[in-house]
């Protein structure tokens, strides 16, 4: 007894002299560990919480502590905290460019070893959080989907059908402003939503789907060729179905005036369906119609997936976490306690109980699925394609303008 109490002390003098590396602590005794993780979900404190509680029902020795920093601010504030290795031991990662440049700066582990990730994912899922050579930096947790949410009872009073064309979606909104009605709530104030929620929404719809998108990475297709146009044109026609003063109106006015029936219509994504749970109306969804001609497509988008630190003071926690959410119970537990309108990726078919996330999930069916075209591989022309939808939804150029301004830039 005496032999094991001295190894205890040893262990102990030994952690002690460990150099910081992470904000995980262990208790005095060393029973105990207790570990951070890093987000940029601020709304899902609540959900987190009770996540890590169930993970605690299975190691009860061990403590993780949800600590989410404000959206935009994250990728800054990970960065500062990684460089002066106070980061946290666990953390949620982007996918693609975004996440394989902080593998590359030696932040993210290698979990390509991760006990169940390689057998209980699939090769596309686990894609974009993979490096170039195949090296796995995080385990897929959730995807996001984008489509039309309608309010239901206005379709009902007025007699509308839901539109299976573009066209289509044009004279409804057409119909609908002629009744008085503001069709859609989108605004332009906060600038990334009417990007990635609305135009990356149609896109697929006007390009084709991966395949396609493949052709426009490597220069076989050009930015501004018919079909690119054809998108930003899109955009331009339904400026003026958006709000009165649509320029100023921002992400959380939108949501405001969907759920108080001041708008019709909100193109956003699934991340958002749990604002209206308490909706005094009837809501649904659909999927953003493709032109005539072309196939409906989905943006199901690979958004978040959580990664351990490279220099944790405690990797054996950490990964023994990340291997638990590569089980079928960690999965049920964490699609259970995810937001409504986030999706687990992983093989075992899970139920949800929200109503809403199921309507989601139904639109993928029969249809081709694709990231947000910039994600996989041309990062470098969020802000560029941005201001150019923007632009052309403002009048300032034209929609050939707007192609022609991002093919220069290939």
């Known amino acids: 007894m005496k032999r094991l109490y001295g190894f205890i002390v040893v262990l102990l003098l030994l952690s002690l002299a460990l150099p910081l590396s992470s904000q995980g602590t262990k ?3 060393g029973d105990s560990v207790t570990l951070t993780i890093g987000s940029w979900r601020t709304d899902d ?33 990970l960065r500062l905290q990684l460089d002066s290795k106070t980061g946290p031991d666990l953390m949620y990662a982007r996918s693609y460019a975004a996440g394989q440049e902080l593998f590359n700066a030696g932040y993210f582990a290698d979990c390509s070893d991760i006990t169940g990730l390689k057998e209980n994912f699939s090769a596309s899922n686990r894609a974009p959080w993979q490096m170039p050579d195949g090296t796995q930096f995080a385990v ?24 299976q064309t573009w066209e289509e979606f044009l004279a409804l909104n057409a119909k609908l402003k002629s009744r008085g009605y503001t069709p859609i709530a989108n605004g332009l104030a ?7 929620t609305f135009f990356l929404g149609l896109l697929p719809n006007f390009i084709g789907g991966s395949e396609q998108r493949v052709k426009y990475e490597t220069g076989v297709l050009k930015m501004n060729d018919t079909a690119f146009v054809r998108a930003y044109q899109a955009m331009a026609d339904v400026a003026k179905y958006c709000p009165s003063g649509f320029e100023a109106v921002t992400y959380n ?18 991340w958002t369906a749990g604002v209206y749970d308490d909706a005094t109306f009837d809501w649904g969804l659909f999927a953003i119609p493709a032109p005539k001609g072309n196939k409906t497509a989905i943006t199901f988008h690979p958004d978040m997936a959580i990664t351990m630190n490279k220099n944790t003071a405690y990797p054996i926690e950490a990964q023994a976490f990340l291997a638990w959410l590569c089980t079928e119970e960690g999965a049920t537990k964490a699609s259970q306690n995810l937001p409504s309108g986030f999706f687990p990726m992983i093989k075992f ?14 639109l993928n069916a029969g249809k081709q ?10 990062m470098n022309l969020y802000s560029p394609m941005d201001q150019a939808v923007i632009k052309v939804m403002k009048g300032d150029i034209t929609a050939r303008q707007a ?8």
Do not use: C
């Open 27 to 29: 208790d005095m005794a």
């Open 45 to 77: 404190v609540e959900q987190m919480n009770r996540l890590l509680s169930e993970y605690k029902k299975v190691a009860p020795n061990v403590s993780i502590k949800f600590q989410p920093t404000n959206p935009p601010d994250y990728n800054a504030t």
């Open 140 to 163: 897929p947790f959730a995807a996001v989907s984008h489509a039309v949410y309608y309010n239901k009872d206005i379709f009902k009073k007025e007699g509308l059908t839901i539109p």
């Open 190 to 196: 906060d600038e990334w939503d009417i990007f990635e």
């Open 253 to 270: 006015d939108s949501q405001i005036l969907f759920n108080s029936q001041k708008a019709v219509m909100f193109v956003d994504g699934s």
């Open 349 to 362: 078919a899970i139920t949800l109980e929200n109503p809403h996330a199921n309507e989601f999930l139904a």
């Open 369 to 378: 699925t694709d990231a947000r075209f910039v994600w996989p591989a041309l």
């Open 403 to 410: 192609a022609d301004s991002i093919q220069k830039l290939m």
